[in-house]
């Protein structure tokens, strides 16, 4: 496997709340688009759920990284882009029953999460892109 370790403290550093502080890789990386609430016809799905949202962005994230023989476990980064910060635990919650089992033992990977005034359309609660360190 491609990701090596995930830095979940350092002195001087509260721990992550679900999230590692740093993850090292080896090899070849590759940076995922950010993936919205479309379905396979590029229609919306769930209007004004970010829960449901979050579930389809987080499915075709799955779909790209399957594509690139990738899993959960080997996706480094995750960056959040979220209408309202304060909704975050919708968005772990829904990551972490996609991924969590996926990953076990292993901690969350290293994660940034920015409030934004838009989305590419008005209808997009969130918006998820990844750094995804490739298995060998």
Do not use: C
């Not at 509260?14 to 590692?20: L, M, R, S, T």
Request: proline share 7%; no cysteine; hydrophobic share 50%.
């Amino acid at each position: 496997m491609a990701v090596h370790d995930r830095l979940t403290t350092a002195p001087g550093l509260a721990p992550g709340p679900g999230f590692a502080h740093a993850v090292t890789v080896s090899g070849r990386v590759a940076f995922v688009s950010g993936q919205v609430s479309v379905d396979a016809e590029g229609r919306v799905v769930g209007a004004g759920d970010l829960a449901a949202q979050t579930r389809q962005a987080l499915t075709n994230m799955y779909a790209v990284l399957r594509e690139l023989g990738a899993d959960w476990s080997d996706v480094a980064k995750l960056g959040w882009y979220l209408l309202d910060v304060t909704q975050v635990q919708t968005i772990r919650d829904v990551r972490d029953e996609l991924i969590r089992p996926a990953l076990g033992e292993l901690p969350n990977p290293a994660s940034t999460l920015v409030q934004v005034p838009a989305l590419v359309r008005p209808e997009f609660l969130v918006e998820v892109d990844a750094v995804v360190a490739l298995p060998s």
